[in-house]
């Protein structure tokens, strides 16, 4: 009976979570984290089947493997299964399942032991499924549980009718630098602590990614090993597939320097150079930098080029910084908190440079930020959680910086 009341409380979490949030992505990927929640969860997925290809794709998955740029056959692998033949699966023996086989976990960082996975049913056809992977308790689901998630796929399915789901098409993108089972310790007292505990992330290149997380998660840490600032404690590093986990002082000095463009928080402008001088200082670091009036001029500040930073407002003065990140022309812009000691309007101006850079320049910028608001106009959202990657969500309709309200 206790089982029961859970499960239809369960229930009820997930209708109103699909009827009551407007933003369908967010109702669809909200309910996929209440039912991985309320059966106790190591990851989980919602896939959507293109029917111009016939592949599957993860719209939404939560836990610690990055499938972000996966696709897969309809009919293979046990999600295709399913879609394919619109019958849902309980699975207590992974490996020795030939309906695993080709399945995008073998090979994600995730040992499914246990597995559910069942059909999203519109009206008239199979349109995906709903996929849950292992219980952390290591027991393995039941057929109880199996029920609730048919019935949050109906409810799912039953959403996307009535909501309409539109998913725009979306070439594969090539990874720029890739992160395997980082984990990050320091000294602390008598004995180390762990900040990170086995990070799988691929960031794309020509993408914006916003990192999302409590203070203290992690999140901070792992965009400096992505930056060169901090060495990982163990795991691999790839910068364009090439091995950059144990790089020397030479090669981090180079990687930072021609690599990577920085906007921090604080802006940490030199206070004796103008908005332009500051630009060029980091423009003579580099062989081939934009010049530094362009950089100046993209961030709208030519009428502001000669003065000195005491001269500036907060958001004139980090958008010197952001000129400062673009000059050097890097395929990677981190932004820690940029907005954080900015008020509102002046947060969206500085974010609409930052997303004109991501689509007119090409460059790839993550961003580290405590501000949910910000992650709507992202291509995907990353949620770090005590130290591993707790979620990664794909908008498939991002915001333009001036439709943010907070």
Avoid at 67 to 80: A, F, K, Q, R, T
Wanted: glycine residues 6%; hydrophobic residues 40%.
């Amino acid at each position: 009976m206790a089982e029961n009341n859970r499960f239809t409380k369960a229930t009820w979490k997930i209708m109103e979570q699909l009827l009551e949030v407007d933003n369908l992505d967010e109702a669809l990927s909200g309910s996929l984290e209440i039912i991985i929640r309320e059966l106790d969860s190591e990851a989980g997925a919602i896939w959507y089947l293109d029917p111009k290809t016939d592949r599957l794709s993860p719209v939404f998955h939560v836990g610690p493997a990055d499938i972000s740029n996966i696709s897969v056959e309809n009919g293979i692998g046990l999600e295709g299964v399913v879609t394919k033949t619109g019958k849902s699966i309980l699975v207590t023996d992974p490996q020795n399942d030939p309906r695993f086989e080709g399945s995008v976990f073998e090979d994600s960082g995730i040992e499914a032991k246990t597995m559910i996975c069942v059909p999203l049913n519109n009206l008239n056809d199979i349109i995906g499924c709903v996929q849950l992977i292992n219980k952390n308790d290591g027991t393995e689901y039941t057929e109880e549980e199996l029920q609730l998630c048919e019935r949050m796929a109906s409810l799912a399915a039953m959403t996307i009718d009535e909501k309409g789901l539109i998913i725009p098409e979306e070439e594969e993108k090539e990874v720029l630098i890739s992160l395997r089972d980082v984990t990050k310790e320091f000294p602390s007292g008598d004995g180390v602590l762990q900040v990170l505990k086995g990070i799988n992330l691929d960031i794309y290149k020509n993408e914006f990614v916003v990192v999302l997380g409590e203070s203290g998660c992690g999140k901070s840490t792992m965009m400096n090993i992505v930056g060169g600032m901090e060495a990982l404690t163990d795991g691999k590093l790839l910068v364009e597939e090439k091995d950059f986990s144990h790089p020397t002082d030479a090669d981090l000095t180079e990687f930072r320097r021609k690599y990577i463009g920085f906007i921090f928080q604080s802006y940490n402008l030199m206070p004796n150079l103008t908005a332009v001088e500051n630009v060029r200082f980091v423009a003579e670091l580099v062989d081939e930098p934009m010049d530094s009036a362009e950089a100046i001029a993209k961030v709208n500040l030519s009428d502001r080029a000669d003065n000195y930073p005491g001269q500036l407002s907060g958001g004139q003065q980090q958008r010197v910084s952001i000129a400062r990140a673009i000059v050097k022309r890097p395929k990677l812009i981190l932004a820690d908190e940029p907005t954080a000691a900015l008020d509102y309007t002046t947060s969206i101006e500085v974010l609409k440079v930052v997303e004109d850079i991501v689509r007119d320049e090409g460059t790839t910028v993550m961003m580290v930020t405590h501000n949910p608001e910000i992650a709507k106009m992202a291509d995907r959202v990353v949620k770090v959680r005590s130290g591993k990657i707790a979620s990664i969500k794909r908008n498939l309709h991002p915001l333009h910086a001036e439709e943010l309200v907070w």
